[in-house]
């Protein structure tokens, strides 16, 4: 007779493996409601409405497996045995040029950072192009250049697009939308499945620095502060927290709603619990005196160079040195750990020795800022 594992019975004490699918398929069947009759800009901030509207209209209508897992990059395995991810992102940031960067150079940088927080070596860009009509062909020429400088930069190729013009008013100026392909190498398995009570959480720089810039670069605040975007390719970092850090669990790149969407994504998809230590977070001072003055918290604001690694405690101090050693790593640091319980949910320490649920951001304070 063969035998099946079957899902453990209320006299069986499941086994750590089990435990973790099951709290992971407990929390999948609490899906976030779409109650909204239109598309609101809330729907695309990364929070809360972005889950519900991505969960009830795509998820819904594209169901397959390589698509519900709802990472930075879909992972296809080929027949030969090799693994790649694919990753696509729109831009539409306003201003399209802004202090540490542009357009250009954010289109090519957050589409590498999701393939590399996805365990790939990037590779291959697709560049495609929406048109205002009016843009200066001057303009045109010097972003272009810029996305091939940032494609240089990152080791990645841009090798095939498309471009569209509509008529002026239809859009504003221009939009950018890429999509990668990387090579996943053997032996690296990312996976909220993975994931552990007792896994460290690792930022591999400063938060909040490209939702502050936008938000400065706007002009629409009597704020004058210098603050940059961190728009810049992660795969170097990746690749040293791995050679460092060869049990890494987990990582996403912090971008639209910030740290505290991430963890909270990391929460509800392993059904852990993560506890955030407020005094350990990365933040320059003039970004953490803005946000202040704004009243906006910061592990909700965006990054474009940062990104979120869960590690074996054992390896974080090994994982923090790596990233200390390589451009862009410097202020990398351990910000908090996972916790059995309760399940998806996300706390934050304070300073002053209280404890604050970081829920998933509500909302969108800062819009079109990728």
């Known amino acids: 007779m063969t035998s099946e594992r079957l899902t453990p019975s209320a006299h069986e004490v499941p086994d750590p493996e089990d435990r973790t699918r099951i709290r992971i398929e407990e929390f999948r069947k609490r899906r976030p409601r779409l109650v909204d009759e239109v598309v609101t800009m809330a729907h695309g901030a990364g929070g809360k409405s972005s889950a519900a509207l991505v969960d009830h209209v795509f998820v819904e209508a594209f169901r397959n497996p390589e698509l519900e897992n709802l990472g930075d990059g879909a992972v296809l395995a080929l027949p030969t045995g090799e693994r790649l991810a694919f990753s696509t992102d729109s831009y539409v940031v306003a201003p399209y040029e802004f202090p540490g960067g542009s357009i250009a150079d954010l289109a090519i940088n957050g589409t590498v950072n999701d393939l590399a927080v996805s365990g790939a070596r990037p590779q291959w860009i697709s560049a495609a192009f929406v048109i205002e009509e ?5 303009k045109l020429k010097q972003l272009a250049g810029e996305m091939r400088a940032a494609a240089d930069a ?3 190729q841009i090798v095939t697009g498309d471009t569209k013009v509509v008529p002026n008013g239809a859009a504003d100026g ?7 392909v990387g090579v996943i190498p053997a032996g690296c398995e990312l996976s909220p499945l993975a994931v552990r009570a007792g896994d460290r959480l690792i930022v591999s720089g400063t938060i909040a620095d490209h939702g502050m810039a936008i938000m400065l670069a706007r002009g629409n605040l009597d704020i004058e502060a210098d603050i940059e975007s961190d728009s810049a390719p992660v795969n170097g970092l ?3 927290l791995l050679a460092a850090a060869p049990g890494t669990r987990w990582m996403r790149d912090a971008t639209r709603g ?3 969407t991430v963890a909270n994504e990391l929460a509800q998809a392993a059904g852990v619990g993560v506890v955030l230590d407020e005094g350990l977070l990365p ?4 970004v953490l005196g803005c946000c202040d003055m704004l009243g ?3 592990v909700y604001v965006a990054n474009e160079g940062k990104f979120v690694a869960v590690v074996p405690a054992d390896e974080a101090e090994a994982a923090v040195a790596a990233l200390r050693s390589q451009p862009g790593g410097a202020q990398a640091a351990v910000i908090g750990e996972v916790l059995a319980d309760p399940p998806g949910i996300v706390a934050m320490r304070t300073p002053f020795g209280g404890t604050r649920i970081v829920d ?8 079109r800022i990728c």
């Open 283 to 286: 933040i320059d001072p003039t």
């Open 134 to 138: 009016g843009f200066s062909i001057d």
């Open 238 to 240: 990746v690749e040293a």
């Open 154 to 156: 990152a080791g990645v």
């Open 258 to 260: 910030g740290l505290g």
């Open 296 to 298: 906006i918290d910061p």
């Open 360 to 367: 998933m951001l509500v909302g969108d304070p800062l819009p």
């Open 174 to 180: 221009l939009y950018i939308t890429t999509s990668g």
